[in-house]
């Protein structure tokens, strides 16, 4: 499938989980953006990535099988130049049929009706910007419950193996409305339960509390306001299914963008 090889100074591949923010960030040289640069120091260059976003919530269970995949625009309102940008990484159909067979056929579909959005290359094109690793894009299926979504990212683990890189891609604040309103008044304001949200996600993770993880959402009020919708929660669950209790858990990157937008990066392994 992926040819195994190991970094020397970790048994298997990490699993990462990234705070992608705004697509601005795709174009700017900001925190954030050398974030992202940073994971390339943090994180073995790995055969293939399996990749996570909040952008590609759907009616079922696909992963990409494109030798090609395009590059998503999934955005509006945006400066033209961010609209001109690729990410011209290739994909790789045989990774893509092997992880469907992990997954199983009847769950999981080829697809080429997506791509790579911006929950994506936005962040790989600073990780990677050679853009020489094949990636491949698994959908999240909006009719599983949350401890579905964390089963398929225990069922991904052993790719951990095989040298790649499962990359997950949302935020663990994401309350959009509130980020517009601070950007519109140009205020940075984090409120109080943004910053409890994540600072209680931060302890469950570091506790390796899954149990806790899961029930968080979206049963407290914090929640609520820290995801109006689940999608850019999602992605994290993928990460912690992939993980395991053994895996050094760092956050190379934390803050908050426009007030309520989490950038909180992690690494598992």
């Known amino acids: 499938m992926i040819e195994e090889k190991h970094n020397l100074s970790r048994d298997r591949m990490p699993v990462v989980f990234v705070g992608h923010g705004t697509p ?11 974030g992202f640069i940073a994971l390339r120091d943090d994180v073995p260059k790995p055969a293939a990535i399996l990749a996570i976003s909040a952008h590609w919530y759907v ?28 990410y011209p990484a290739p994909g790789h159909p045989e990774f893509a049929r092997s992880v469907r067979a992990l997954l199983g056929k009847e769950r999981v579909q080829l ?12 962040v790989l094109r600073w990780m990677y910007p050679e853009a020489d690793v094949p990636v491949v894009q698994l959908s999240m299926n909006r009719h599983l419950n949350i401890v579905q979504h964390y089963e398929i990212g225990k069922s991904l683990a052993s790719l951990r193996d095989q040298n790649v890189l499962i990359f997950a891609s949302g935020n663990i604040v994401h309350n959009l409305r509130n ?5 519109r008044f140009d205020t940075a304001v984090t409120p109080d339960w943004a910053s409890r949200f994540d600072e209680a996600v931060k302890q469950a993770i570091l506790a390796h509390d899954i149990e806790a993880l899961l029930s968080m959402y979206p049963d407290t009020a914090d929640a609520q306001l820290a995801h109006p919708t689940p999608e850019h929660w ?3 669950i993928y990460a ?14 934390e803050g908050f963008d426009s007030g309520s937008l989490s950038m909180r990066n992690i690494i598992f392994g």
């Open 24 to 34: 601005m960030n795709a174009a700017q040289d900001n925190q954030w953006s050398r």
């Open 59 to 86: 009616s079922g269970s696909y992963l990409t099988s494109h030798l090609q995949p395009p590059t998503i625009h999934d955005f509006g309102g945006f400066p033209q130049p961010l609209h001109e940008l690729e």
């Open 111 to 122: 697809s080429e009706d997506w791509g790579l959005d911006h929950g994506i290359w936005s």
């Open 179 to 183: 980020a517009i309103t601070q950007m």
């Open 234 to 236: 999602l992605p994290l």
């Open 240 to 253: 912690a299914g992939a993980a395991n209790e053994k895996d050094r858990i760092s956050f190379p990157t």
